[in-house]
């Protein structure tokens, strides 16, 4: 058991290369995979980048979500921590046992079965957008026209929120998920939503219609305080991470144009491609992160109790000794194991709802459209380097 010996470092977010993790990511996995790290409010914790590590930690129950005991790694995302502490329902940032309960309520709403029978309507979705850039014609902005608004519509059905409203949601979204937004905006943004989603929820009690809100509402005990936070939490989970996934990996597939006609041709290869682009791209770029609730043991690591932890997911996602060749696309490879919708009971609970929305969409889209290309210079797509998901935040194609 060794403690720290190495100099605390801060975590990079600038990139190289659109696809790739920060540089330096790599280079400490190498040297060590656990390392000190220096938070912007002077705390000292741990940065952790191999994959085994941060395998562990996600399942440690040693190791706690609770907001109030954590550090954040950027200095920027403090006002979103902060925002969140101790609201009802925010199943998120609590441990077992308040995590079990609100959990154990949503876990039969997003199997692999309920899954299977929103399919032919989410192919319905995805034939109604494409037949809307067909008319339109190119160039137009994929996330706007494709990506973001076949997420957000089925999440909207699935929970019952009115898809009329999304230009609001989606505003408070981006706001809550900036990095550069300010502690007033970000709880501005947080009170408009809970506001807007409270007034659903006592809508869904006064006159239930067919849908998850509706459902909670009058099957548990759940007070209006609490099913407002599931709905916030389970709105903009449903519809970013998804959405930024489906810009970022055509984006991925249109410069590797090998790839992308797997996918487009090969309807067996859909599947892994799908985990693959998981992997490869690794949307959630900052943290998850976790506090010690005692001194533990990590691939031989002494982590005090009170130190937090930020896992890298995307730099153990592209760890060698998990996965070969790890910094290479490549859709036909069996990536499954990546750490991606994480792991242990904080696990993605809508990841099978992503992963069908995926494997429809992406090859949907490319046998629509086969000679779909970038519509501007790939050096002028701007990311979203300034946000907490990652992606593009437009992406001009035509055909």
Not at 86 to 115: A, C, I, N, S
Not at 184 to 211: F, S
Not at 315 to 321: I, L, S, V
Not at 385 to 391: A, I, L, R, W
Request: a negative charge.
């Amino acid at each position: 058991m060794t403690e720290a010996t190495t100099h605390p470092v801060t975590l990079p977010l600038t990139r190289v290369h659109p696809f790739d993790p920060p540089e330096d990511l790599a280079l400490w996995r190498e040297e060590d995979p656990i390392r000190p790290l220096a938070y912007p409010d002077g705390h000292q914790g741990w940065l952790v980048t191999g994959y085994a590590a941060a395998r562990a930690i996600l399942a440690d129950p040693r190791f706690s979500t609770r907001i109030d005991l954590l550090h954040t790694p950027i200095a920027q995302r403090d006002a979103q921590f902060r925002s969140t502490v101790r609201r009802p329902g925010f199943f998120l940032r609590m441990d077992p046992p308040d995590h079990t309960r609100y959990r154990r309520l949503l876990t039969g709403q997003f199997t692999v079965r309920r899954m299977k029978q929103l399919e032919p309507r989410i192919e319905e979705i995805t034939r109604d957008h494409l037949d809307a850039m067909e008319r339109a014609g190119g160039p137009i902005d994929l996330v706007r026209a494709f990506a973001l608004p076949i997420p957000s519509l089925v999440i909207c059905e699935l929970l019952g929120v009115p898809y009329d409203d999304r230009e609001k949601f989606q505003r408070d979204s981006s706001v809550l998920l900036s990095l550069d937004s300010t502690l007033e905006q970000v709880e501005a943004a947080m009170q408009d939503l809970l506001d807007y989603l409270g007034d659903l929820v006592r809508h869904k009690r006064a006159e239930p219609e067919d849908d998850l809100v509706s459902g909670l509402a009058a099957d548990t005990d759940l007070t209006d305080e609490e099913l407002t936070g599931i709905t916030t939490l389970l709105l903009i989970a449903g519809h970013e991470t998804t959405a930024n996934m489906l810009g970022l990996g055509t984006y991925a597939l249109l410069r590797n144009p090998a790839q992308l006609a797997a996918v487009r041709d090969d309807p067996e290869v859909v599947e892994h491609a799908v985990e693959e682009l998981l992997r490869y791209l690794t949307v959630v770029h900052i943290g998850p992160v976790r506090a010690a609730l005692e001194d533990v043991e990590i691939d031989g690591r002494l982590i005090r109790a009170g130190e937090t932890v930020t896992i890298s997911v995307a730099a153990a996602n592209r760890d060698p000794e998990r996965f070969s060749e790890p910094d290479q696309l490549d859709v036909a490879r069996p990536a499954s194991g990546h750490l991606t919708f994480g792991h242990g009971i904080h696990q993605c609970l809508g990841q099978q709802l992503a992963r069908t929305e995926m494997r429809i969409a992406y090859p949907a889209l490319l046998r629509r459209f086969p000679g779909l290309r970038l519509a501007v210079p790939a050096e002028e797509v701007p990311m979203r380097t300034d946000m907490v998901v990652y992606g593009v935040h437009r992406l001009p194609v035509t055909w």
